[in-house]
């Protein structure tokens, strides 16, 4: 079998590039075809990826290996990391670990968002983090009703909704007040964005109901998928939200725990 790695660079970073040459030296010295083209990638099916970036660029690359089945392995070039393996200055031990085959394949849950608006065909679209629902205007609240299996659950008066998986709990949803879900854990996370009542309060599903998210009142509403895409909905359209039939996965070291990389990742520096 050919031996073949693909690297996933966040290019706006210019240490992400210098970076990418060294691990390409690197990999060609052991006799290994580095490649950088995603269609190359999957057609040569490279072993795994190295995302080069942060957070998002890791994202990125999980979510269109996913199909493919192609394993990452983050590296954070970034600010907060809460996902990506290793850090700048352990690249080549991390490296010689994989090629030792002293690693792991952790599994993260995705989720398939089905948008549902009339007079247009269904627009389907793959999220590793979250599904965001907000305001496309300044002007007054939306009302975003959640219905769980086809039963009404609760309604979100509010600026928005993030319906966010265990990887997303970290993300987006964090800023917005929801709890931290170890990725272990096969759950569906409702974070609601500035709620306008008490009783509109962060929920934890299990991820095998399938979620309707309609926007009850409000002429338009915002969705975007993983912080990337979006499409605007308008009054009475929804969003079906169910568990992806394939799952990401990251390659782990076993150097850092989850509950290792929390306190590393919000550990008060205040009190430092």
Same mark, same amino acid.
């Given at each position: ?12 970073? /210019? ?31 490279? @072993? ?103 039963? /009404? ?29 170890? /990725?272990?854990? @096969? ?61 990401? @996965? ?9 509950? @290792? ?12």
């Amino acid at each position: 079998m050919e031996r073949v790695v693909g690297l996933w660079i966040n290019k706006s970073k /210019p240490e992400a590039q210098t970076l990418a040459l060294q691990i390409q030296d690197w990999f060609e010295a052991r006799g290994w075809d580095v490649l950088t083209e995603w269609l190359d990638i999957v057609e040569r099916q490279a @072993q795994f990826l190295i995302s080069l970036g942060g957070d998002g660029t890791l994202l990125q690359a999980a979510r269109e290996g996913a199909p493919f089945g192609i394993p990452v392995l983050g590296v954070n070039l970034g600010r907060l990391g809460f996902l990506c393996e290793i850090e700048r200055e352990d690249v080549f031990g991390a490296l010689e670990k994989i090629l030792r085959q002293e690693f792991q394949i952790q599994e993260r849950l995705m989720l398939k968002a089905i948008v549902h608006q009339e007079g247009a065909d269904d627009l389907s679209k793959l999220v590793l983090n979250d599904v965001v629902f907000s305001r496309a205007c300044t002007d007054g609240i939306i009302t975003l009703q959640a219905n769980l299996s086809g039963e /009404p659950s609760v309604s979100y008066p509010a600026d928005g909704l993030i319906v966010a998986t265990p990887t997303g709990s970290t993300a987006y949803s964090l800023s917005a007040g929801g709890p931290i879900i170890s /990725p272990n854990v @096969q759950a569906i996370l409702l974070t609601p964005l500035a709620a306008h009542t008490l009783s509109a309060r962060p929920m934890v599903v299990s991820d095998q109901e399938l979620i309707e998210i309609i926007l009850a009142s409000g002429e338009q509403c915002l969705v975007t998928f993983d912080g990337r895409h979006s499409i605007k909905i308008h009054s009475g359209e929804t969003v079906i939200i169910k568990i992806a039939p394939i799952k990401a @996965q990251l390659i782990r070291l076993g150097s850092r725990s989850f509950p @290792q990389v929390v306190r590393e990742k919000l550990r008060d520096r205040w009190h430092e």
